[in-house]
């Protein structure tokens, strides 16, 4: 069992319950996905850069992504229906722990100029985005062998009813929040 859910078992759910007045261990908040995705440029034809990001994606989940198509032609971003405009994953169980653990504890340290995470990231369901614009923070890549580097957005889903709770979630899971 990764150490962020038994953290989140022995701890978390405990003191959500505490600070929420929950009756109920399964009324606390908790994480229900992650998805990690890529948008491509229409723009550029370059099939290789779909190569790189998919296998930047593969490296950093652990899992295949998944490629997502128009679903319109649009004349003005010169996207036709059933282009590849994107590539998503989505982690749920042990996979989320352990990428979630790893983004917390290495991959959000290592950004350059990080003071925390703004609490505004969080909506009003609870759910967090967190958008890279490179790759290069990620452990799991070599940065010598990547020839372009790309974004990529992260959103992580809660089953949290409100702002607050998520935000609640987030702080004791360790997420490094900016003080105000």
């Given at each position: 069992?990764?150490?962020?859910?038994?953290?989140?078992?022995?701890?978390?759910?405990?003191?959500?319950?505490?600070q929420?007045?929950?009756?109920?261990?399964?009324?606390a908040?908790?994480?229900?996905?992650?998805?990690?995705?890529v948008?491509?440029?229409?723009?550029?034809?370059?099939?290789?850069?779909?190569?790189?990001?998919?296998e930047?994606?593969?490296?950093?989940?652990?899992?295949?992504?998944?490629?997502?198509?128009?679903k319109?032609?649009?004349?003005?971003?010169k996207?036709?229906?059933?282009?590849?405009?994107g590539l998503?994953?989505?982690?749920r169980?042990?996979?989320?722990?352990?990428?979630v653990?790893?983004?917390?504890?290495?991959?959000?340290?290592?950004?350059?100029d990080?003071?925390?995470?703004s609490?505004k990231?969080?909506d009003?369901?609870?759910?967090?985005?967190?958008?890279?614009?490179?790759?290069?923070?990620?452990?799991?890549?070599?940065?010598?062998?990547?020839?372009?580097?790309?974004?990529?957005?992260?959103?992580?889903?809660?089953?949290?009813?409100?702002?607050?709770?998520?935000?609640?979630l987030?702080?004791?899971?360790?997420?490094?929040?900016?003080?105000?």
């Amino acid at each position: 069992m990764s150490q962020l859910k038994e953290i989140y078992k022995k701890e978390v759910a405990g003191a959500l319950m505490n600070q929420f007045k929950f009756k109920n261990v399964h009324q606390a908040p908790r994480l229900l996905k992650v998805i990690v995705s890529v948008g491509l440029n229409s723009q550029n034809k370059d099939p290789k850069i779909a190569e790189t990001a998919t296998e930047t994606m593969r490296r950093i989940t652990g899992q295949m992504p998944v490629k997502t198509r128009a679903k319109k032609s649009i004349a003005g971003f010169k996207v036709r229906q059933g282009m590849v405009v994107g590539l998503k994953t989505t982690l749920r169980g042990e996979r989320m722990y352990d990428f979630v653990e790893r983004l917390i504890r290495i991959t959000l340290p290592r950004l350059r100029d990080f003071r925390g995470l703004s609490d505004k990231l969080v909506d009003r369901q609870g759910n967090v985005a967190i958008g890279f614009r490179d790759v290069i923070s990620f452990p799991e890549l070599q940065t010598d062998a990547m020839e372009r580097t790309h974004g990529l957005e992260i959103v992580i889903a809660t089953s949290a009813k409100t702002r607050e709770e998520g935000i609640a979630l987030f702080k004791l899971l360790g997420f490094p929040f900016r003080g105000k």
